[in-house]
């Protein structure tokens, strides 16, 4: 009876140590996954550090370009009114002395 129960006894000890040898290997295995999780927060908060920063003026950047934008917005606007009153005036000028244009005339001469 006694061996008997020696031999549970040993039975359980060697299970419980394989037991205790796994969770030793789990503990490890846990602790390297840990250590590349901090590596790899460690470096995203160093890319994304000034993250904010750097949208911060980029926003500023594409307001400055959207307002520099609108004033070449204006001064095309300005220049195609322009170009418009100077089409108008040259069909006006044509009409009033009857040119046909100022810049399809032939040169008599060289023909």
Do not use: C
């Not at 040259?90 to 810049?103: A, E, H, P, V, Y």
């Amino acid at each position: 009876m006694v061996t008997t129960v020696v031999v549970i006894n040993t039975l359980i000890s060697l299970v419980l140590l394989y037991i205790a040898w796994r969770v030793w290997k789990l503990k490890q295995w846990i602790g390297r996954i840990a250590d590349k999780l901090n590596a790899y927060e460690r470096h995203t908060h160093a890319v994304l550090y000034k993250a904010p920063e750097n949208i911060d003026l980029s926003q500023q950047k594409i307001h400055n370009l959207r307002q520099g934008n609108e004033k070449l917005q204006v001064q095309i606007q300005q220049v195609r009114q322009i170009i418009n009153l100077l089409l108008l005036g040259k069909r006006f000028w044509g009409r009033s002395f009857g040119w046909i244009g100022l810049t399809s005339r032939k040169n008599p001469v060289a023909k």
